[in-house]
């Protein structure tokens, strides 16, 4: 039997993520605001943890996919949580959160001589449970050496590494959801001017993505547009990683003009949801 792992946030993503993990063999401690979620799980043999320092081993490895950037810090300054990991832990942080958020807490945690490794993730559910996710991560190569197969027992079918500084994984999931967000609003438009001139959307995305725009994102994407499927299963999450991007770009004066378009648009997306 491998090590038993530590897993906080059993959301749409966090839950098939650990189920893989269980099918990889490990061994689970998992967390969850809302205990019933991880109810799959501990059918399997997961072990369920009454609070987020309960999931860690001393010198293990614990991983954590949350909604924010309020949420992670509130995890990782916990009561136990730092203490528990201690020395030679590493905590895999997979939020989509700020880089300096990022930065801030790798220091935390080498402050009490553990490892805080970013690895944000790009795929939906669905791309998780079938072990197809894109996963950037960075920090410290003694801890991603550690954690790389983790990784890949998740669901991720490639592996991208960014080097020392964990705020630069964070920059490339940024500028990822900023591009995927402006392809999928853009699609939209396109889509819909082309269904009120009576071409049938359906027809235009499987040309045009089979020709010009064979990106999956494009691909996967297109298709539940033009299927009349919602284009992100929650609005507030695009809002709210545009407006990550944005802050970012700003903290550098990088100039944002579509960024504050692209926000303008989810914004009203999210007041009528």
Same mark, same amino acid.
């Given at each position: ?80 949580? /730092? !203490?528990?990991? *201690?020395?030679? @832990? ?6 989509? $959160?700020?880089?300096? %958020?990022?930065? &801030? +807490? ?44 983790? /990784? !890949?027992?998740? *669901?991720?079918? @490639? ?6 500084? $964990?705020?630069?994984? %964070?920059?490339? &999931? +940024? ?99």
């Amino acid at each position: 039997m491998s090590e038993t792992i530590g897993f906080i946030g059993l959301g749409a993503l966090g839950l098939p993520m650990a189920a893989n993990l269980l099918t990889a063999g490990y061994g689970l401690r998992v967390y969850n605001r809302t205990a019933s979620k991880a109810q799959p799980l501990l059918e399997r043999g997961a072990q369920l943890a009454d609070r987020p320092a309960d999931t860690v081993s001393s010198g293990g490895v614990v991983a954590s996919i949350v909604w924010d950037d309020a949420a992670l810090e509130s995890i990782v300054m916990s009561d136990g949580f /730092l !203490e528990r990991l *201690g020395q030679g @832990g590493v905590h895999v942080a997979m939020s989509t $959160v700020l880089p300096e %958020t990022a930065r &801030k +807490l790798a220091e935390i945690h080498a402050q009490h001589g553990s490892a805080y490794v970013a690895a944000p993730i790009f795929g939906r559910p669905e791309a998780a449970a079938a072990h197809q996710l894109w996963i950037p991560f960075a920090g410290a190569q003694s801890a991603k050496d550690r954690v790389r197969p983790l /990784l !890949e027992a998740m *669901g991720g079918q @490639g592996i991208f590494d960014f080097g020392d500084d $964990v705020g630069a994984s %964070t920059v490339v &999931k +940024l500028v990822g959801n900023f591009l995927i967000f402006s392809a999928g609003s853009s699609m939209m438009e396109a889509l819909a001017m082309a269904e009120s001139q009576g071409v049938d959307p359906k027809a235009v995305i499987a040309m045009l993505t089979s020709t010009l725009f064979t990106a999956p994102i494009y691909q996967a994407y297109g298709r539940r547009i033009a299927e009349r499927h919602t284009l992100f299963d929650q609005t507030a999450i695009p809002f709210k990683d545009a407006g990550l991007f944005k802050t970012t770009a700003q903290q550098v004066e990088s100039p944002t003009p579509i960024a504050n378009l692209l926000l303008d648009l989810l914004k009203s997306r999210v007041e009528k949801a």
